[in-house]
């Protein structure tokens, strides 16, 4: 026999909260709750299994498409492991592109933050790189071509040096506009 459930019962039994349970059957991740003769939610074992299925598909941070797929699998027993593992898969070479940029994002972050110290750690905001860097006009066209160009060259220094205080700043702003 199957337990008859609250909301508030599934969401503390699959590390939840309520809100994300409507969410979820607003989009079609869960079934439509079954109602009570006083009109509240009534859960099953069945939509906990589900509920907490769907949290671990999260937790592992699969886009609400790829969940939406592996809930499918998960109710239907009959189809072939592959598709799961080709779903995971996806999901991993996302998660490796991720970490790539990340890890270059750390790369230009370093840069940025030696690049500060070498020449102005010492002063005020005002003669800060990292300010005038992130203060200067980034064109929305080509924001990693032309940010050499955008960034004001500091009195005394050189085309080479100007592009090479910037290329973090490039670095950056390419990985966050993707």
Known sequence: MSSQLTIGALASGAH???????????????PP??????????????DMSRLRFIKRC????????QVRELVQLFEDGD???????NVARAHLCTVREKLAELRQ??????????????????????DCLIIEDLSAAMPAAS???????TVPR?????????????????????????
Do not use: M, Q
Request: charged share 25%.
């Open 16 to 30: 939840t909260n309520v809100p994300t349970i409507r969410y979820y059957e607003e989009i079609g991740l869960l």
């Open 105 to 126: 994002l750390e790369r230009s972050l370093a840069a940025f933050a030696a690049r500060c110290d070498d020449a102005c750690s010492a002063g005020t905001t005002s």
């Open 154 to 178: 500091r009195r005394g220094t050189t085309g080479a040096e100007a592009n090479s205080r910037t290329a973090g700043l490039r670095d950056f702003v390419a990985i966050r506009r993707r």
């Open 79 to 85: 189809r072939a492991c592959i598709e799961a593992r």
């Open 143 to 149: 924001p990693a071509a032309s940010a050499a160009a």
């Open 58 to 65: 999260r937790d592992f941070g699969f886009p609400i498409d």
């Open 33 to 46: 709750a079954a109602r009570w003769a006083n009109g509240h939610r009534c859960y099953s074992d069945a």
